[in-house]
């Protein structure tokens, strides 16, 4: 089956910096996609190149099967990471004009419930607060009822609870069979939200795959996470994989039973112990080396 | 060109540009203050052309009894005291007065040689004394200054509002990234400047016609021919200078830049397009090269209209050559049309 969107060796080069340097993978119908990476991967250069905003160096972007073109710009939603909107209309009215720019499109009333804007329908959208602004972008991006969407770091900047409350959101437009791009350097968002996600760090993608399929390929291990005081001064004294991040020591096993003996040999209390399993943060970590490196 | 995405862009615009009330008002303020202006330096009684000093014999008043001559209209006629004959005739000198006029026993007057004024007043002066000649009336007003600056002064006004009204706010869009969001929807460069020089053409188009009927009100003034032919040609005019301001602004990206683009855009027409001055006399060539300018047409066929009464035949092809302007400028815009800052 023709992917919706394929991107092959995509290269973006700016005077003196690749943004991104030969980037292939694929989207399936109906998949949410994650592009993920900390700031200054390349993930906003790389989506803009397949929303076709920005001209590729080099490579290509098809949507099913085909180079960017009419077809694109009617089928797809995109929620840019920072919009100016134009000044003077309220969401209603931001919502007709966008609309109506559409061959195919929804409901204005509709697209005003599915993302929550009741209350601020009629406001002016520059006075709209953080998590209302990203509800509206997301809106704008529904408003020709779109075949494939993108996403580009849509929690950025919000709280945690206007954050949990776009990804229900979001699952609930995923579930209405939308193949979705969605780029993010939250890995909670990612595992919460993709059905594959693609590493990104420094213009490259450094491993893809289902996130689960990612953690149990990278980890058979869980962390045993124990305050710093409670540990003796040394961590060598103890013979475990240990490693200190701020007030904490972070300790990975793959058995479990066995560590805790050990810790219990060298009277180490297991008052404060909290066992976690390895997320989308460890596996980049492990990926990138960024944080032990420093 | 999909008309429906044009009306929408363009509907957006006029709902953006009516609730930024400070521009709005801006918009207003301008050209009233323009009908102010022109009622009061053209409004009213007409002025005195000339100015006379009499010395009458002691005890009279200026009366056309004393001389037919102060029967004059549009004559300043100022009573001096015998006294200050002197000062009188000093004045004359220095041209602050045309003529200075002594009637205690046989007229005498004063002239100076050099005045061109004195020169005229001199002439109606005797003529008025001897009534040889006689007086044939005729009927007909002058075309006066008013009548002929009148047009150039809407003309700039309009030319103002066509060249920065569209031409900042696109750049402002660029700048703020929303043309950028627009780009990734089906709206062309096209629908979107038609959009924009349509929504600034109701605005321009309006505010003119509530200052023509304003001073049309305050400042009598002649139009000979049709008003409808004459919004025929603002709306020609208007077209071609808008599309001229979307072509400067088609691909910067800073108001600063766009705003000196404009301006040394804007100053040739206010020079030559014959706005304050006829340009009759200038070399050819600069007359052809403002011929060239969407200004200098409008203005042409504005006073054809308005001073001569011309009719559409007349006009057609300064329209003509508007259009052509209008259509090249929205093509070249469109065709080299930025939405994003890189």
């Known amino acids: 089956m023709t992917p919706v969107l394929e991107v092959r060796d995509l290269v973006k080069q700016y005077p003196g910096v690749r943004a991104v340097d030969g980037v292939s993978f694929s989207i399936g119908a109906g998949s949410c996609f994650g592009l993920l990476g900390p700031n200054g991967a390349g993930k906003t250069t790389t989506v803009e190149m397949m929303e076709g905003v ?28 920072k919009t100016a909107l134009q000044d003077f209309l309220t969401v209603r009215e931001t919502l007709a004009l966008f609309s109506r720019l559409y061959p195919r499109r929804r409901d204005v009333g509709d697209l005003i419930r599915t993302c929550a804007l009741d209350q601020v329908a009629d406001r002016d959208n520059r006075k709209l607060s953080g998590g209302q602004m990203q509800r509206l972008l997301l809106a704008i991006a529904l408003a020709n009822d779109p075949r494939v969407l993108f996403l580009d770091e849509p929690t950025t900047g919000l709280d945690p609870q206007a954050r949990h409350n776009f990804w229900e959101l979001i699952r609930s437009i995923k579930a209405e069979g939308r193949t979705i791009l969605l780029t993010t350097h939250y890995m909670e968002e ?37 305050p710093r005081e409670d540990l003796p001064p040394d961590l060598s004294a103890i013979p475990l994989p240990a490693l200190a991040a701020n007030d904490r020591v972070e300790i990975s096993t793959g058995d479990v039973e066995d560590a805790l003996r050990v810790l219990l040999d060298h009277g180490v209390p297991l008052r404060h112990l909290r066992i976690r399993p390895r997320n989308l943060e460890d596996l980049f970590l492990e990926l990138t080396g960024r944080e032990l490196r420093t | 060109m999909n008309l429906r995405r044009l009306a929408a862009v363009w509907h957006a615009r006029n709902l953006e540009f009516l ?21 009061l330096i053209f409004g009213g009684q007409p002025r005195p052309v000339f100015k006379v ?73 005797l003529e008025s004394a001897a009534g040889r000649a006689r007086r044939q009336p005729v009927t007909g007003a002058a075309v006066g ?10 003309g700039m006004n309009m030319m103002f509002s066509c060249l920065f009204g569209v031409g900042y ?46 001073l049309a009100f305050f400042v009598p003034f002649r139009n000979e021919g049709s008003v409808l032919l004459l919004l025929l040609v603002a709306v020609a005019g ?76 007349d006009v057609l092809p300064n329209l003509g050559w508007l259009a052509t302007m209008a259509l090249a400028f929205l093509g070249i815009a469109a065709a080299g049309f930025r939405w994003r800052v890189d």
Not at chain 2, 19 to 39: E, G
Not at chain 2, 70 to 91: H, N, S
Not at chain 2, 170 to 197: C, D, H, M, N, W
Not at chain 2, 255 to 266: F, K, P
Request: hydrophobic fraction near 50%.
């Open chain 2, 238 to 313: 208007a077209l071609a200078m808008i599309a001229f301001g979307f072509m400067m602004a088609a691909r910067f990206a800073s108001e600063e830049l766009a705003s000196g683009a404009i301006n040394l855009a804007s100053w040739p027409m206010m020079l030559l397009s014959g706005v304050w001055f006829s340009l009759e006399g200038a070399p050819s060539w600069l007359q052809a090269a403002a011929r060239a300018l969407p200004l200098t047409q409008m203005l042409e066929a504005a006073r054809a209209v308005m001073l001569d009464g011309a009719g559409l035949r």
């Open chain 2, 53 to 125: 000093d009499v010395v009458a014999p002691t005890g009279s008043a200026l009366d056309p009894a004393l001389h037919p001559f102060l029967d004059t209209r549009y004559v300043d006629f100022v009573q001096v005291e015998p006294g200050a004959l002197e000062a009188a005739i000093r004045k004359v000198e220095r041209h602050q007065v045309d003529l200075l006029l002594d009637l205690r026993a046989a007229p005498r007057y004063w002239i100076n040689e050099d005045s061109p004024k004195g020169y005229l007043v001199e002439k109606l002066l």
């Open chain 2, 19 to 39: 609730r930024d009330r400070s521009t709005l008002i801006f918009n207003f303020l301008f050209p009233l203050a323009l009908v102010v202006a022109f009622a």
């Open chain 2, 169 to 214: 706010v696109v750049v402002r869009y660029r700048k703020s990234g929303f043309l950028r969001r627009l780009s990734a929807t089906p709206v062309t460069a096209l629908e979107f400047g038609a959009a924009q020089i349509l929504s600034r053409l109701l605005l321009t188009v309006g505010v003119t016609s509530m200052l023509y009927a304003a």
């Open chain 1, 190 to 226: 990612a595992y919460f939200l993709c059905d594959v996600i693609a590493i990104m760090d420094r213009g490259r993608i450094i491993a893809e795959g289902p996130p689960s399929r990612l953690l149990k390929e990278h980890f058979d291990d869980v962390v045993l996470e124990l």
């Open chain 1, 54 to 81: 920005t001209p590729p160096t080099s490579g290509e972007v098809l949507y099913l099967g085909e180079p960017l073109g009419a077809r694109f710009r009617e089928e797809a939603g995109i929620q840019f990471q």
């Open chain 2, 145 to 154: 200054y008013v009548d002929w600056l009148l047009p150039g002064i809407l």
